[in-house]
C-alpha cells in the first residue's frame, strides 16, 4: 500500500538556521509528491509539487525539495530560516494508480522557529 | 469573496442536536472534499465529489452525511455526533481530482467543531 512519513512531529531551528524537513514515500509506480503548509488557523496551503519533470522543485516563500528515487525521498529544505516560517507542513504522495488519482498526507511537522 | 469559504468557523453541539457545516468555492474547480483534522492524526478523507457526483466515501459513519448542490457549494449534515467527532473539518476544491498533476488541492480555512 501507498504511504508516506514524515521523520520528526516537531522540528526546532534557529531564525537564519537551514531548515530540513523529512519526507519518506511508499509507491510502487513514480508518484506525485507535495508539501503543504498550515499556518495557524488556517486551512493548508500548497508549497511545492513534483510531477516527473525536475527532481529539484522550487516552491514559495523560499521552500524548494528534491525528489530521489533510489532515498524514494522528497525532503523539503530552505537555506535560512524565518520567523514566518514557523507552521505545520506536510508532505502528501499521490501514487497514480490506473490513471486515478488519490492524495495520500503524512502526518505532518511542526516547525518551530526560535529568534 | 475568492479561494475557499467555511462557515461557520467555530461550532459547538450537543450529541442530540443537527448542524451543517458550509462549503463555497469561487474558483470555478469540478472537485470538492471533505477532510477530518484531529489531534495527532493524518488528515482524513472524507468525501469527495467530483462534477457534483459522490466520488469517494472513505467509510465515514452515517452520522456525517454530505450534499453537493452544485458545484460551488458542498455541505456537511451532522447529527447525534459523538465527542470523538470533535475536529477541524476542512473543505477543499480542485481542478481535476487531487493528487494529478493539476489537482492541486485549494483549502478553506475549516471549521472547528466541538461535541459536547
Known amino acids: 500500500a501507498q504511504s508516506v512519513t514524515q521523520l520528526g512531529s516537531h522540528v526546532s531551528v534557529s531564525e537564519g538556521a537551514l531548515v530540513l524537513l523529512r519526507c519518506n514515500y511508499s509507491s510502487s509506480v513514480p508518484p506525485y509528491l507535495f508539501w503543504y503548509v498550515q499556518y495557524p488557523n488556517q486551512g493548508l496551503q500548497l508549497l511545492l509539487k513534483?510531477?516527473?519533470?525536475?527532481?529539484l522543485v522550487k516552491g514559495i516563500n523560499g521552500f524548494e525539495a528534491e525528489f530521489k528515487k533510489s532515498e524514494t525521498s522528497f525532503h523539503l529544505t530552505k537555506p535560512s530560516a524565518h520567523m514566518s516560517d514557523a507552521a505545520e507542513y506536510f508532505c502528501?504522495?499521490?501514487?497514480?494508480?490506473?490513471?486515478?488519482?488519490?492524495?495520500?498526507f503524512g502526518s505532518g511537522t511542526r516547525l518551530l522557529v526560535r529568534p | 469573496e475568492t479561494g475557499v469559504t467555511q462557515t461557520p468557523r467555530h461550532l459547538v453541539m450537543g450529541m442530540t442536536n443537527k448542524k451543517s457545516l458550509k462549503c463555497e468555492q469561487h474558483?470555478?474547480?469540478?472537485?470538492m472534499y471533505w477532510y477530518k483534522q484531529s489531534a495527532k492524526k493524518p488528515l482524513e478523507l472524507m468525501f469527495v465529489?467530483?462534477?457534483?457526483?459522490?466520488?469517494e466515501n472513505n467509510s465515514v459513519p452515517s452520522r456525517f452525511s454530505p450534499e453537493c448542490p452544485n458545484s460551488s457549494h458542498l455541505f456537511l449534515h451532522l447529527h447525534t455526533l459523538q465527542p470523538e467527532d470533535s475536529a477541524l473539518y476542512l473543505c477543499?476544491?480542485?481542478?481535476?481530482?487531487?493528487?494529478?498533476?493539476?489537482?492541486?488541492?485549494?483549502f478553506g480555512e475549516g471549521s472547528r467543531l466541538t461535541v459536547l
Open positions: 465529489y467530483s462534477l457534483e457526483e459522490r466520488v
Open positions: 502528501a504522495v499521490s501514487p497514480r494508480m490506473d490513471s486515478s488519482y488519490k492524495l495520500i
Open positions: 474558483l470555478g474547480h469540478n472537485a
Open positions: 477543499a476544491s480542485s481542478q481535476g481530482l487531487a493528487g494529478g498533476p493539476l489537482g492541486e488541492l485549494f
Open positions: 513534483y510531477t516527473s519533470a525536475a527532481t
